[in-house]
């Protein structure tokens, strides 16, 4: 191989684990101004002379989630939005509560790895590798087991016990982002037409209305 051709290569290597994640910090923190009109990447830093510890700070993860809702579960997130320090951090985490039976729905997290550690209950959680072998990875955890979620592939948590149960979630992340597989699919806005979605899941247009209308 010509020399250049092995510079370019080693280069593109080297571009695409820079960029595999979220940008590093160049100081010692980059605490987030959210009231920026300046749209970047993340978020502009705000000057480090005027940042104070409530901007490194979160209350409230002791608190239970409402989960009166159509799945029994309930997301409370800690990212940059409710902590500006984490600008730039690459971390975050949230808290998971699930009534008797409730479900975290399928979902993807497009920009972050997830580590998961039940704290309460039992869970059945798994993911779902990428086409085509769509390979279920699940496993029944219990209080103390901890589970890995790759980032980008679709996974879930369900509370099959009677019980409330409890799980805290590291992601890889300052704002690892979220979609739920059904409200993107059946609530999108605007809607994806009854066609393109019953031909995709080869059933009749009156199922997909019936579907769409539960969200």
């Known amino acids: 191989m010509a020399p250049h051709i092995l510079l370019l290569a080693l280069l593109a290597v080297a571009a695409s684990q820079a960029i595999a994640s979220d940008p590093s910090s160049l100081q010692d923190f980059c605490v987030a101004d959210k009231m920026s009109q300046v749209f970047v990447n993340g978020f502009v830093c705000k000057d480090p002379k005027l940042a104070t510890p409530d901007d490194f700070f979160f209350s409230g993860l002791d608190k239970p989630g409402n989960t009166s809702n159509k799945v029994g579960s309930s997301v409370t997130p800690v990212n940059v939005v409710q902590i500006p320090g984490l600008n730039f951090m690459g971390i975050s985490l949230a808290r998971v509560d699930f009534a008797p039976y409730g479900l975290n729905p399928p979902h993807i997290h497009p920009r972050g790895t997830e580590i998961l550690a039940v704290l309460e209950g039992s869970l059945y959680v798994g993911f779902v590798t990428s086409n085509p072998e769509n390979k279920l990875f699940a496993k029944v955890l219990s209080k103390g087991d901890v589970f ?39 609530q999108s806005n605007p809607p994806i037409s009854d066609d393109i979605l019953a031909k995709a899941f080869q059933v009749d247009k009156k199922i997909i209305d019936l579907i769409q209308a539960q969200f």
């Open 148 to 186: 890995v979620f790759p980032q980008g592939l679709i996974h879930f948590q369900f509370n099959y016990g009677t019980n409330n149960a409890v799980a805290i979630a590291a992601l890889s992340s300052q704002n690892p982002g979220v979609i739920t597989i059904g409200n993107a699919v059946f």
